[in-house]
């Protein structure tokens, strides 16, 4: 067994293919609308899907927004340089919700990001340790 995908529910879609490809360098992997069901999903990610997780954006056509809930909690990226991703997110057009730095309590260096629906995903750099 593996993980194939993670699904968020979005409410513009092309916004939200935006922010994960433009400003996360993600790719668009594939799209399909679902007229019948009125829905379309687009499934994103640095890979392709036979080599990895990736995630499903699921866009309900009379659905704007949704209330994330206090359950969810965020979906974690490595990267390199968590000072310099947060800068490309910037750059980018993209909210930076908490700066790149030490964690609270560690050292591990984290930062947090936000799509355009409110989604927090983690930046945790390469190597975990403060420079």
């Given at each position: 067994?593996?993980i194939l995908h993670t699904m968020l529910r979005v409410g513009n879609?092309?916004?939200?293919?935006?922010?994960?490809?433009?400003?996360?360098?993600?790719?668009?992997?594939?799209?399909?609308?679902?007229?019948?069901?009125?829905?379309?999903?687009?499934?994103?990610?640095?890979?392709?899907?036979?080599?990895?997780?990736?995630l499903e954006l699921t866009h309900n056509w009379d659905t704007p927004?949704?209330?994330?809930?206090?359950?969810?909690?965020?979906?974690?990226?490595?990267?390199?340089?968590?000072?310099e991703a947060c800068d490309k997110v910037r750059e980018r057009g993209?909210?930076?919700?908490?700066?790149?730095?030490?964690?609270?309590?560690?050292?591990?260096?984290?930062?947090?990001?936000?799509?355009?629906?409110?989604?927090?995903?983690?930046?945790?750099?390469?190597?975990?340790?403060?420079?």
């Open positions: 067994m593996r879609l092309e916004k939200s293919i935006e922010f994960y490809t433009h400003v996360l360098g993600m790719r668009l992997l594939r799209k399909k609308d679902y007229p019948d069901g009125k829905f379309t999903l687009a499934f994103v990610g640095y890979q392709d899907e036979k080599d990895g997780a990736v927004s949704y209330d994330l809930g206090n359950g969810y909690g965020h979906i974690a990226l490595e990267v390199a340089n968590a000072y993209g909210k930076v919700t908490r700066e790149a730095g030490p964690m609270k309590h560690g050292t591990t260096v984290i930062a947090f990001v936000e799509d355009p629906d409110g989604y927090k995903i983690e930046f945790i750099q390469r190597g975990n340790q403060a420079d």
